[in-house]
Each structure stands twice: as C-alpha cells, then as structure tokens.
C-alpha cells in the first residue's frame, strides 16, 4: 500500500456554483472525513451530483473554497469515482483495471496480481480478456469499481451506482461497497433510494434545491428528522 | 469486347509495365497517406482537446480544404518545386517525391477534420473518466486515438481512396513520365486520350480491385478488433 497523503477530510465552505444562470449549489459547507459510509440523499434536481463531482474536483465552485485535506486545487491522487453511467474503455475487462493502474503510477510487475485481486473483489473472476463494452449494466458498473478501486483511493466517490440495476446487480454492487468500507476507505455517495440508504448509510446528507438541509448520523436521521423537508422526503412525498 | 479481352489478358499475364505502375502507384499513395496520417491525426486531436481564439475558423478551413481542387494543389507544389521556387533547391520536381508531396496535401485535410471529429466526439464521452484519473493530456491523446482507432481505419480509407483516385495533382507535378512518375490514374488519363483502351482498362479494373480490397481488409480488421476489444 501507498502512504498518504489521504486527501481528507474534504471541505466545502461557503460553496456555491452557478451554471447557465441556474444556482446548482447554494452556500454549501459540509465536511466529509474518514469513517463509515456518507449518503448523499435527496430528490432529483437537488445538486447531489453536483456535490459529488465538485468533492472529487472535476467542477470548480462559482464562489467559497472546496480543500482536500486543507489544500485547494488539489489533483486527484487519491480519489476515485464511479459515474452512474461509467465509461468502458474500448479494451478488455483487464486491460481497463490495467490503465488505472498505469495512470496511478503501480509498478508494472504488480498489475497482473492487483487486476485479479481486483476481479476477485468485485465478482468477475476469470472475466478479464472479455471486452469490457459486452458485458452487462451490472457487471460494467463492477469493473468501473475495480478501476476506481485500482487507484488504491482514500476516498471513492460513488454517482447513483446502482439507478439503472435489478435487484441483484443492486445486491452485489452494495456488497462491494460494503466490504470497500470496511477496508477503511471512505465512501461518499448519492442516491435517491431510501431503502439503499438505510442499508448503507453512517452518515447522512440530505440536500434540496441546491441547499444541504440536514446532516448527520443517519439512524438518527431516519428515526428523528430535524426538518419538515426532511420529513416530507422520508414520508414518500412529493417535495416541492 | 476486345478491349476487355486485352484488359484481362494484360492482369493475368503480369504485364510488366502493368505490374511496375501499379507498384509506383500504391507506393506514392501509401507513402502519402503515412505521411498524412501522421500529421493529420495528432492535428485532429489537437483541435478536438484543444480551445483556443480561432479554433472554429482553423476547423472551418480544414472542413473546406477537404475539397481541395487537386490541380490547384499541383500547381502550388509545382510553383513551390520548380527551379526557380522556393523549395526548387531539393530538385525533385517531377519525381515520384513530389507525387507524394501533393498526394499528401490532398489528403491531410480529409484525415484532421475526420479524426478531429472521431476524437472529439469521443473525448466528450471520456472527459469526466480520463480527468477523474487525472491523464495528462499527453496520454489523453495517447488514449483518444486508441480508442478511437476503429473510426480512425475509416478516415484513414477515406484518404487513401482521394490518394488512390487522384489524377490531377501528380500529372502536374509527376510529369507522367514512362516508367518513373506514371501511376495508374495518369496512365489511364493518357492512354485513354490516345485511344489505346487495353492497358487503361486493365488499369481501372486493378484500381478498383486494390481499392475494395483494401477496404476489405479495413472491414475485417475493424470487426475483428471491435469483437476482441468491444
């Protein structure tokens, strides 16, 4: 294993990101450290993305300060997401774990090691001359975990990984994400599941029109909501 | 029909003269597209990852040069190699080097602005992935054309067929000369012009023949990858 630098905790003071005229993100501070993983919950539109790809450094606020363990600007070394769409390289199932390796810099004589490792972790043993754009939402949504995984994160962030799967492919995927926490990595992800969050979820934060609304430890959050957004949310109904 | 008789008998037999302007023929064109592809491929990827003041204006020229008169080309490079020109000092005017020169003005526009489009739309699909590895543009290019290969045969065949086709450049700057700078295309111009229609057919029908089968080829290969890398 790599040392540190781990990149955390990841700050957001005072953030607002502007698009097209349109506020995405509005006067945003949270902190995300190291710990059980963080549910980024909310109804769609309510800049839970945006959050995401912001913390994993791919958008620049309009106004405050994003800091990776207290340093802005920082490239992503030791992070990682997965989009809910991942992109499959045009090359197999290996050789996309194989140029994650690469771009992390992992001495080349270890590759064939990490990439079974790898497939194993995530349940595509022996898949790995396949290529990678056969195979299925489910199973490409794995692979975009092993690549992400490859880089040996601190932090992975995770963009609905799960919006498009069956139950099953739903199951693994949380298995996955399971068992990369317990490693001591730091999952941050977004969902507009409940169920999903509930099962997953140390920590809890709930996000409307571009605002964070709530926070905090999520069996506290489902048992006691604070705010009438909040509780409007948890009920099943529509919020406005 | 007696044409068409000569015509075959000519192939079949492996008419010397037939053979030799066949060679000089795929040489020049190859030779161009080699050199057209390396300058037009990272060109097009330029312009696809790059955004700079001017760059519609370069794409829109390069979009128009694909339309390139062939013999406005050769008469430039003509002007550019004649004696008295600049380049005039390399004295390679009529000669298959001057051949490949025009053929390979023809045919870099054609080659950027496809690979510019190839590379583009697919950095638009890779942005966020290839930024979130955090690839230096280097190796995005580097990634880009790779993964882009398969479109980029198809620009690459677009190329070759302007080259393979092409007449007008390398009889202004070739001089179609016998048995140095004649290649299938000027030779049928000019036998077809002297009414001599066995070696121009048999010509046409090689030419035909390398073209579908190169093509052939481009197809099977690209198949072949697409199933072995998705």
Redesign the interface.
Known sequence: MRAPPSELPIRFDDVTFDAGGITILDRVSLTLGAGAPTLIIGPNGSGKTTLL?MA?G?LSASSGRVTWDGVANR???RR??V?QR???????VGENIR??LK??HIPGDRHPARIEELLALVGLDGMAQR????LSGGEQQRLALARALA?DPAVLFLDEPTASLDPAATKSVEDIIRAVAARGIKVAMTTHDLGEARRLAGDIVFMHRGRIVETGDAASFFRLPQTGEARTFLAGDLLL | MQPQMSALDLILSGDPTLLAIVRLSLIVSLSAIVLAAMIGVPLGAFLALNRFRGREAVIVVINALMGLPPVVVGLAVYLLLSRSGPLGTFGILFTPQAMIVAQTILVTPIIAALSRQIIEDLWLEYRDELTAMNIGPFARILTLIWDGRFGLVVALLAGFGRAAAEVGAIIVVGGNIDGFTRTMTTTIALETSKGDLPLAMGLGVVLITIIILVNAFAWTLRRAGERLAG
């Open positions: 790809r994993m791919l490239p992503p070394i990682a997401i989009f991942p992109i499959m390289l045009r090359r197999s140029y994650s771009a992390a290529p990678a754009r056969r880089r």
